[in-house]
């Protein structure tokens, strides 16, 4: 049963964040992370965003698997794959438009934000950058959205130059409604809440590292 509850808890994260990628793509602004340069690449290459976030993040589970643990790179490709699916889908056959930016933008941040939580506290991440906070998170306390908004900040300013200054302007604002919704989540990692079996076998590679 507990494993269904957080199955379900982590296709919810999904849905929220692919609803929040929707309403960014539509009114053409973008978002940091992984997602943040799919986005950006996406015009460039013609290819999917869905088909980019995905390829993104494939260097980014050798990390997950030495550093976090097996469960938990598995529960992130799915939700990777899972998202990747959603955000076509989405912007393919329900898509979302707001009339203004300033309306968009900060739903957009809730949305994702509040996805985040789901998949955060249920042992989840959506790869790359996600991997990153959880990973900083469980090793050294740092609040997730503190390193969500510092990297962000980065992609954002190379965004400018695909975007221009006012749609990432406009950007600015998701980024910081989802860190805010990001700084009132739980300092203590996820992973450390899950049953003593899994725990064993997320925390193996930790252990190893820190001898």
């Given at each position: 049963?507990?494993?269904?509850?957080?199955?379900?808890?982590?296709?919810?994260?999904?849905?929220?964040?692919?609803?929040?990628?929707?309403?960014?793509?539509?009114?053409?602004?973008?978002?940091?992370?992984?997602?943040?340069?799919?986005?950006?690449?996406?015009?460039?290459?013609?290819l999917?965003?869905?088909?980019?976030?995905?390829?993104?993040?494939?260097?980014?589970?050798?990390?997950?698997?030495?550093?976090?643990?097996?469960?938990?790179t598995?529960?992130?490709?799915?939700?990777?794959?899972?998202?990747?699916?959603?955000?076509?889908?989405?912007?393919?056959?329900?898509?979302?438009?707001?009339?203004?930016?300033?309306?968009?933008?900060?739903?957009?941040?809730?949305?994702?934000?509040?996805?985040?939580?789901?998949?955060?506290?249920?042992?989840?991440?959506?790869?790359?950058?996600?991997?990153?906070?959880?990973y900083?998170?469980?090793?050294?306390?740092?609040?997730?959205?503190?390193?969500?908004?510092?990297?962000?900040?980065?992609?954002?300013?190379?965004?400018?130059?695909?975007?221009?200054?006012?749609?990432?302007?406009?950007?600015?604002?998701a980024?910081?409604?989802?860190s805010?919704v990001?700084?009132?989540?739980?300092?203590?990692?996820?992973?450390?809440?899950?049953?003593?079996?899994?725990?064993?076998?997320?925390?193996?590679?930790?252990?190893?590292?820190?001898?």
């Open positions: 049963m507990e494993s269904i509850k957080r199955w379900v808890s982590i296709i919810i994260g999904c849905i929220a964040v692919s609803l929040g990628i929707n309403l960014l793509t539509s009114s053409h602004l973008v978002m940091g992370g992984t997602a943040g340069l799919g986005m950006v690449l996406h015009p460039l290459t013609g999917s965003f869905g088909i980019l976030f995905f390829i993104i993040n494939l260097p980014f589970y050798f990390m997950a698997i030495t550093q976090i643990g097996v469960l938990f598995i529960r992130s490709f799915v939700s990777v794959t899972l998202l990747s699916f959603l955000s076509d889908f989405f912007s393919e056959w329900l898509p979302i438009s707001l009339p203004h930016p300033l309306l968009s933008s900060p739903l957009a941040g809730i949305l994702i934000g509040i996805g985040l939580i789901f998949l955060f506290r249920n042992g989840s991440s959506l790869g790359g950058i996600n991997m990153l906070c959880v900083l998170d469980k090793k050294y306390g740092i609040n997730p959205g503190k390193t969500m908004f510092t990297t962000d900040l980065m992609i954002l300013c190379g965004a400018i130059f695909v975007f221009g200054i006012v749609h990432v302007l406009y950007s600015f604002i980024i910081f409604m989802m805010a990001l700084g009132r989540y739980h300092k203590r990692s996820p992973i450390e809440k899950n049953h003593v079996s899994e725990q064993e076998e997320d925390f193996s590679p930790l252990s190893e590292n820190s001898l």
